[in-house]
T-cell receptor, first 111, second 112 residues
Framework: DGGITQSPKYLFRKEGQNVTLSCEQNLNHDAMYWYRQDPGQGLRLIYYSQIVNDFQKGDIAEGYSVSREKKESFPLTVTSAQKNPTAFYLC??????????FGSGTRLTVV | AQSVTQLDSQVPVFEEAPVELRCNYSSSVSVYLFWYVQYPNQGLQLLLKYLSGSTLVESINGFEAEFNKSQTSFHLRKPSVHISDTAEYFCAVSVPDYKLSFGAGTTVTVRA
């Protein structure tokens, strides 16, 4: 079955560490997105990519980095520069306007 | 740029009662509108969408939403809710060929 796989489901990070969240899709979608979800704030766009080897900053890109070397993969790195990284992270992909397919999310906690 | 406002953060409702979730948007150009649902600790699922044509759109599980251009609204309704409808609901807007902007979400809690 086609879909988006995010891993790991839960991730714990120590202060000052970089961590990478994985997002893989087998839907043949061109566009991929990373959102951060905090209680009461909805989803905020971190980065998005509309084609391989190209990506753009979203609304809250500071402290994050991405790569898009393959169509299927769009990993997100949370760097030590991100001051408040504890959140639920969602990856999505789309082939047409608005019809996003979401992964099941990664919950990142700083310990 | 477009934006979305969901007017209610929490909506408690009894089972078999009707529910309405309010969504208003702002945009200087024509938009596409969406409702997504999120169950606990899961990703979002598309519930329904308005792209063009009939302003009343329906989902397979009894939800409907009506696009009102003059009031810039896209409210979601269901005439009779079930316990399984307990979830968070997000309204989203997009201009053609562009990314989605989401509202802050409305948590629906259905009680027996």
């Amino acid at each position: 079955d086609g879909g988006i796989t995010q891993s790991p489901k839960y991730l714990f990070r120590k202060e000052g560490q970089n961590v990478t969240l994985s997002c893989e899709q087998n839907l043949n979608h061109d566009a991929m997105y990373w959102y951060r979800q905090d209680p009461g704030q909805g989803l905020r766009l971190i980065y998005y990519s509309q084609i391989v080897n190209d990506f753009q900053k979203g609304d809250i890109a500071e402290g994050y980095s991405v790569s898009r070397e393959k169509k299927e993969s769009f990993p997100l790195t949370v760097t030590s520069a991100q001051k408040n990284p504890t959140a639920f992270y969602l990856c999505a992909s789309s082939i047409q306007v608005g019809s996003y397919t979401f992964g099941s999310g990664t919950r990142l906690t700083v310990v | 740029a477009q934006s979305v406002t969901q007017l209610d953060s929490q909506v408690p409702v009894f089972e078999e009662a009707p529910v309405e979730l309010r969504c208003n948007y702002s945009s200087s150009v024509s938009v596409y509108l969406f409702w997504y649902v999120q169950y606990p600790n899961q990703g979002l699922q598309l519930l329904l969408k308005y792209l063009s044509g009939s302003t009343l759109v329906e989902s397979i599980n009894g939800f409907e939403a009506e696009f009102n251009k003059s009031q810039t609204s896209f409210h979601l309704r269901k005439p009779s809710v079930h316990i399984s409808d307990t979830a968070e609901y997000f309204c989203a807007v997009s201009v053609p060929d562009y990314k989605l902007s989401f509202g802050a979400g409305t948590t629906v809690t259905v009680r027996a």
